[in-house]
């Protein structure tokens, strides 16, 4: 197999930098601060491309707000929307506010199945921000509180976002080179 391309030979068209990024996470940390003052917090990142979002938005809210992780397999046993947890979360969401930090809804049947799932589990509030938002994929729709921004059908990496495991680390989201293609 070839040797995977450093970040900076595979991304191609940058989409979003990382200073547009940082502004965008800001406003939301603001928002959400806002709006979650004297609740009871709790940031949910499905792992591994929302880390990226978490650590940056969490760093924007002035909350004493806690965090937590979940890991999903998606499309096991082949069928779209079939999904199951790898990983659960530590603690119990039961009376608290939880808002799922995601990094892309793309289809909307990877989150819709941990909704489902999250919700019931009792939590005081259940609501979603998301960074990306792909939403004329949209198979099932989803009430989203949060939007970073809105994209086309196109494939991104970088900031979280993956191929094949790889250049989640890109400080931007970009499209793919021509080369990365091939
Ligand atoms: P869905 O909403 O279709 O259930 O799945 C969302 C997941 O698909 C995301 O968490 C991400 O892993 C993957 N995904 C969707 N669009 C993109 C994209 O443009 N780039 C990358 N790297 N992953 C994507």
Same mark, same amino acid.
């Given at each position: 197999m070839a040797t995977p391309g450093a970040p900076?030979? /595979? !991304?191609? $068209?940058?989409? +979003?930098?990382?200073?547009?990024?940082? @502004? %965008? /996470?800001?406003?939301?940390?603001?928002?959400i601060t806002a709006d979650y003052s004297g609740r009871d917090l709790v940031l949910v990142t499905i792992l591994k491309g929302g880390i990226f979002f978490l650590a940056d938005l969490s760093r924007r809210i002035d909350l004493p707000l806690t965090t937590d992780f979940m890991a999903v397999s998606s499309y096991f046993g082949g069928s779209p929307g079939n999904v199951r947890i790898t990983k659960d979360l530590d603690d119990s969401?039961?009376?608290?506010? /939880? @808002?799922? /930090?995601e990094d892309i809804i793309d289809t909307g049947l990877t989150l819709n199945y941990v909704i489902k799932n999250l919700r019931s589990r009792g939590p005081a509030s259940l609501e979603i921000?998301? @960074?990306?938002? $792909?939403?004329v994929r949209r198979i099932v729709e989803l009430p989203i509180a949060y939007r970073g921004f809105t994209v !086309?059908?196109? +494939?991104?990496?970088?900031?979280? =976002?993956? =191929?094949?495991?790889?250049? %989640?680390?890109?400080?931007? =989201?970009a499209e793919l080179h021509e080369v990365a293609l091939l």
């Open positions: 900076s030979e /595979v !991304a191609g $068209k940058i989409i +979003f930098s990382d200073s547009e990024i940082a @502004l %965008r /996470v800001d406003e939301l940390g603001a928002a969401i039961q009376g608290r506010d /939880v @808002l799922i /930090v921000c998301t @960074l990306l938002d $792909k939403d !086309a059908d196109r +494939f991104l990496i970088g900031y979280g =976002l993956d =191929l094949r495991g790889r250049y %989640r680390n890109l400080p931007f =989201l």
